[in-house]
């Protein structure tokens, strides 16, 4: 199912994350690693998902630096 106004990540405990703040599409598979745009291949993550995702592909923060980023410090 496609999110209503809330991050899709869910967790290996079958809980769903009820974030509905700083919403951000996400490419399952980064446009870097070759994935696509099409709708298959994006979902509605919370920034602070989004960034792990990115972490888990090496392309996001570094683990030290995600408190910064998500304060949207420099």
Known sequence: TRAVVQCEFVADSGQRCPSRHKLQ????RPL???????PSNLRVLCQAHNLAAAREWGLGPP????????????
């Open 32 to 38: 870097a690693a070759g994935g696509t745009s099409h």
């Open 25 to 28: 599409i996400d490419h399952c």
């Open 63 to 74: 683990a030290g630096e995600l408190g910064r980023a998500m304060r949207g410090e420099a």
